[in-house]
Nanobody, 124 residues
């Protein structure tokens, strides 16, 4: 059973940076799809960035040029570097993965295994 644990959330002023980490366990191959999602109060969960097992990345338009998703299989972890943060980036951020060979990336939301979420608050 896949387990994901996020860390690195917190509070920062607009223009600042944060790095989120997601440590994953319970899987035994490196293909599939890893992603970061966020949910702001009163809004639906939305995709932020994904990275496929072969390194192909996707980003939401709202974060392109500011956020970077990466992975380190040696540490069973993947990351979200968030730069030039804006107040509208405030949300709970979730890491998620689909450990199925050949899966779509991004995948439908109900295909993912999820972490517990970490709060990111950006103040003006």
């Amino acid at each position: 059973q896949v387990k994901l644990v996020e860390s690195g959330g917190g509070s920062v002023q607009a223009g600042g940076s944060l790095r989120l980490s997601c440590e994953e366990s319970g899987y035994n191959f490196m293909s599939g799809c890893m992603g970061w999602f966020r949910q702001a109060p009163g809004k639906e969960r939305e995709g932020v960035a994904t990275i496929r097992g072969d390194g192909i990345r996707t980003y939401a338009e709202s974060v392109k040029g500011r956020f970077i998703i990466s992975e380190d299989y040696s540490k069973s972890s993947f990351y979200l570097q968030m730069n030039a943060l804006k107040t509208e980036d405030t949300a709970i951020y979730y890491c998620a993965s689909v450990r199925v060979y050949g899966t779509l990336c991004p995948s439908p939301l109900n295909a993912y295994s999820w972490g517990q979420g970490t709060q990111v608050t950006v103040s003006s």
